[in-house]
């Protein structure tokens, strides 16, 4: 499924199924087909999306061949990545007091 995130100044974020509910499991927020985010959540979802992101590259594997399969594909797919525009569009949302919400 395609979830499509939107704020009044910032073009929409487009994410697949994966993507949004790794991201949402990332803030602590149980995911819902709609919602809305409220200017006074957002600084807190920033801080935990990118406490996420650097705990995931601080447990990045080595390039000494020693990597198992799970790191391989968490090195393959990281979450700093494939999060980046959403996170922009947090911020986006933060600097112009805007809510963000999806599934309307």
């Given at each position: 499924?395609?979830?499509?995130?939107?704020t009044k100044?910032?073009?929409?974020?487009?994410?697949?199924?994966?993507?949004?509910?790794?991201i949402f499991?990332?803030?602590?927020?149980?995911?819902?087909?709609?919602?809305?985010?409220?200017?006074?959540?957002?600084?807190?979802?920033?801080?935990?999306?990118?406490?996420?992101?650097?705990?995931?590259?601080?447990?990045?594997?080595?390039?000494?061949?020693?990597?198992?399969?799970?790191?391989?594909?968490?090195?393959?797919?990281?979450?700093?990545?494939?999060?980046?525009?959403?996170?922009?569009?947090?911020?986006?949302?933060?600097?112009?007091?805007?809510?963000?919400?999806?599934?309307?």
């Amino acid at each position: 499924m395609i979830h499509q995130f939107q704020t009044k100044n910032a073009a929409p974020v487009i994410m697949l199924d994966d993507l949004t509910h790794r991201i949402f499991n990332a803030i602590g927020r149980p995911f819902e087909n709609q919602g809305i985010f409220l200017p006074e959540q957002i600084p807190g979802y920033i801080e935990r999306l990118q406490t996420a992101i650097d705990a995931e590259q601080d447990k990045a594997p080595s390039s000494d061949g020693t990597n198992d399969d799970e790191d391989q594909s968490s090195e393959s797919d990281p979450l700093g990545r494939r999060a980046y525009p959403f996170l922009e569009l947090l911020r986006q949302a933060l600097k112009d007091q805007e809510p963000i919400v999806w599934g309307v």
